[in-house]
């Protein structure tokens, strides 16, 4: 019998060997290690799912309602998906043809990628991001390029910045606003100016909405529903932020017929359907959740603007993020980098933290702090975050 280990190192494929651990998951297996620590770390909303939405998936429980869907999602929530996209972002998508329920956006990414990415293709992102992007990017043989943004700019992307990136091989933009990590969002002439961009060089368009529903000033404005974007823009939400549905993994994809049935494809293949009983969920939440959106959101914007009064008083450099439920302060003002940063936090203080450049090398001299937490614990973190910086300030 052959010994597993003498197989050789060639049987898993170089570009998966070559992928990066997430640096969050990476981080978080020490804070595991640890006890009795405040976590300002995974961004996971501290809400339960609201009642109604747990009701409804038990009654179908017990209703029997336990098979397959078709591979597209169920009829009923690709309806209710339909009818909030054009509610909620001004953009219309036929249900029958053009919507996906995925496992989670996660999944959304991975089947927009490989459905859409040939080898060689190159993607511009913005930096920081959520760590998933380009691994995901190269998973599908294609090339992730980053583009910075800056803390000056309140980290929202300039097409100055994306300009100096474009290739001949320049094939798509990605974009995340609200942005995970760094809560930054985009007014509406950032928007047309990127939608102008992408007409202009001919690029596929994926926007990542996830966070959207935390938008906390002024309004929200989708790159789909600019004039000309809908035909060459994938459109990625899903139900983990917004509703605290993060364990149902569910999401959804839109996207025009032709890369919707490509994207299918896929889908079926690897998934077959999203879980039935989390599209039941969905459905409840779509139709009855706004109020429950309304209720997480504004908890959301009082610990945001408490969080951020309080880094900025210990002298932490921190902009007022415009969404999601982040914050992204600079650490200058102390002698250490973010990993150590982040590190010495969790040792010293039992407070856990993300290193800026979990996201990007860019992030370095940043960390990322969630306030999907009580606000006991963020008073209690930030106390004992204060107590740290003063000792660590230059």
Same mark, same amino acid.
């Given at each position: 019998?052959?010994?597993?280990?003498?197989?050789?190192?060639?049987?898993?494929?170089?570009?998966?060997?070559?992928?990066?651990?997430?640096?969050?998951?990476?981080?978080?297996?020490?804070?595991?290690?640890?006890?009795?620590?405040?976590?300002?770390?995974?961004?996971?909303?501290?809400?339960?799912?609201?009642?109604?939405?747990?009701?409804?998936?038990?009654?179908?429980?017990?209703?029997?309602?336990?098979?397959?869907? @078709?591979? %597209?999602?169920?009829?009923?929530? +690709?309806?209710? $998906? !339909? &009818?909030?996209?054009?509610?909620?972002?001004?953009?219309?998508?036929?249900?029958?043809?053009?919507?996906?329920?995925?496992?989670?956006?996660?999944?959304?990414?991975?089947?927009?990628?490989?459905?859409?990415?040939?080898?060689?293709?190159?993607?511009?992102?913005?930096?920081?991001?959520?760590?998933?992007?380009?691994?995901?990017?190269?998973?599908?043989?294609?090339?992730?390029?980053?583009?910075?943004?800056?803390?000056?700019?309140?980290?929202?992307?300039?097409?100055?910045?994306?300009?100096?990136?474009?290739?001949?091989?320049?094939?798509?933009?990605?974009?995340?606003?609200?942005?995970?990590?760094?809560?930054?969002?985009?007014?509406?002439?950032?928007?047309?100016?990127?939608?102008?961009?992408?007409?202009?060089?001919?690029?596929?368009?994926?926007?990542?909405?996830?966070? @959207?529903? %935390?938008?906390?000033?002024?309004? +929200?404005?989708? $790159? !789909? &529903?600019?004039?000309?974007?809908?035909?060459?823009?994938?459109?990625?939400?899903?139900?983990?932020?917004?509703?605290?549905?993060?364990?149902?993994?569910?999401?959804?994809?839109?996207?025009?017929?032709?890369?919707?049935?490509?994207?299918?494809?896929?889908?079926?293949?690897?998934?077959?359907?999203?879980?039935?009983?989390?599209?039941?969920?969905?459905?409840?939440?779509?139709?009855?959740?706004?109020?429950?959106?309304?209720?997480?959101?504004?908890?959301?914007?009082?610990?945001?603007?408490?969080?951020?009064?309080?880094?900025?008083?210990?002298?932490?450099?921190?902009?007022?993020?415009?969404?999601?439920?982040?914050?992204?302060?600079?650490?200058?003002?102390?002698?250490?980098?973010?990993?150590?940063?982040?590190?010495?936090?969790?040792?010293?203080?039992?407070?856990?933290?993300?290193?800026?450049?979990?996201?990007?090398?860019?992030?370095?001299?940043?960390?990322?702090?969630?306030?999907?937490?009580?606000?006991?614990?963020?008073?209690?973190?930030?106390?004992?975050?204060?107590?740290?910086?003063?000792?660590?300030?230059?």
């Amino acid at each position: 019998m052959t010994n597993d280990s003498q197989l050789p190192p060639d049987f898993v494929a170089p570009h998966v060997r070559n992928l990066p651990k997430s640096g969050i998951r990476a981080f978080f297996d020490i804070v595991a290690s640890c006890k009795d620590v405040i976590s300002l770390g995974i961004g996971e909303p501290d809400f339960d799912t609201p009642w109604h939405i747990r009701a409804r998936v038990i009654e179908a429980i017990e209703s029997g309602a336990t098979k397959y869907t @078709s591979n %597209l999602g169920s009829p009923e929530l +690709r309806k209710e $998906i !339909a &009818a909030y996209t054009a509610r909620s972002y001004g953009v219309t998508y036929d249900w029958e043809k053009e919507i996906i329920a995925t496992v989670g956006v996660s999944e959304a990414f991975d089947i927009a990628f490989r459905a859409t990415l040939s080898p060689g293709d190159e993607v511009l992102y913005h930096e920081p991001c959520f760590v998933a992007y380009a691994p995901l990017i190269r998973t599908a043989h294609a090339v992730p390029v980053p583009v910075v943004t800056h803390r000056k700019d309140n980290f929202r992307l300039s097409v100055a910045e994306l300009e100096k990136c474009l290739t001949p091989k320049t094939k798509a933009l990605f974009i995340n606003y609200p942005n995970n990590p760094t809560g930054a969002t985009l007014n509406h002439a950032d928007v047309k100016a990127l939608a102008d961009f992408a007409r202009r060089h001919n690029l596929l368009v994926y926007t990542d909405e996830v966070y @959207s529903e %935390l938008t906390y000033e002024g309004d +929200r404005y989708s $790159i !789909a &529903a600019e004039p000309g974007m809908k035909e060459r823009t994938v459109f990625l939400n899903g139900f983990s932020k917004a509703w605290s549905m993060t364990g149902f993994r569910l999401g959804f994809v839109c996207a025009p017929p032709a890369l919707t049935e490509a994207m299918m494809k896929i889908h079926q293949y690897g998934m077959m359907c999203a879980s039935s009983l989390s599209q039941v969920a969905g459905v409840e939440a779509l139709q009855n959740g706004d109020d429950d959106i309304k209720t997480m959101r504004d908890s959301y914007k009082l610990r945001r603007n408490y969080v951020v009064a309080s880094l900025n008083e210990m002298g932490l450099d921190c902009f007022m993020p415009s969404g999601a439920f982040y914050v992204f302060p600079s650490i200058a003002s102390t002698t250490l980098t973010s990993d150590e940063f982040a590190l010495q936090l969790l040792n010293q203080e039992s407070v856990a933290s993300v290193p800026g450049t979990a996201f990007g090398t860019c992030g370095e001299g940043f960390i990322r702090c969630s306030y999907a937490t009580s606000m006991a614990q963020l008073k209690k973190a930030m106390e004992r975050m204060s107590n740290f910086v003063k000792r660590h300030t230059k």
